[in-house]
């Protein structure tokens, strides 16, 4: 049985030593177990016997961020947050591990040709056009890259590792690239008013 | 091979709700448990956490960790009550 804790105690708890600690430890990697089996258990690639890795990763990391922790939500809130992190960023690691971030930029582009479709609304089409035009002038090869990856659903842990930098690098880059993507369509014509068209078609 | 029009709406998507000051993975996860606290509990997202929604428009794994943390809260409440 878990024993209820707010939120001081729980901190307290974590950073005390020997037996109140031990106890802490276990509840919450209870309450952990618990919230991930329910988070994961529909997805195709989680099987049981990844938990107890989860569950080790994400009370070493828990642990420590326990400063980081600003008391705006219920602890077990927090903490679970950060459990589920670590968890899905293993799948997604473990789901695009052999991907090469290179062929599958290779393999894909930024063709407005390509897209041609009779039945486009024409608003629809001209944005299109002048995205794919400023993605392909006006951007540079990296941010094409990221852009692409991510469209693509690839991971970021794995595009970040394959290029060599962290995820919050990587997160500056991606925005820098949407943000020129935007900045540039906005200079040709393209506000607000002309996404909504072209997103109503 | 050319991007699918799922990917191309997907595109167009974070395009649109790109903003010139953005918060980015490490700090939304700090303060996603708070978010979504507040939206289970059905009251109006304050103006601080405005920049945790709209991460969760651009970022589709924080979004997906965001839907995932929704679901086990739901379903620790259901155990509890």
Known sequence: MVRDRDNDEWIKSLEAKGPIRESALADLREILSASLKSSLKSRSDYVDNMLDDFLQDSLIRILKALDQFQNRSRFVTWATSIAIRVAMTELRKRRWRDVSLEKLVADTNFDPVAEADDNMVPERRQLIEAMYRVINTQLTDKQRTVLLAEIKGMAQEEIAGQLGCSRNALYKLSHDARFRLKQELVKIGFDSQSFAVAFNG | ?81
């Open chain 2, 1 to 81: 091979m050319s991007m699918t029009g799922e990917e191309i709406q997907r595109l167009l998507d974070v395009v649109r709700d790109t903003q010139a000051v953005e918060i980015d993975c490490d700090v939304c996860l700090m303060q996603v448990g708070e978010f979504a606290e507040v939206r289970l509990a059905g009251k109006p997202i304050a103006e601080g956490l405005k920049a945790i929604e709209q991460h969760l428009l651009i970022c589709p794994e924080c979004r997906e960790e965001f839907e995932a943390l929704c679901q086990a809260m739901n379903s620790i409440e259901k155990t509890e009550s």
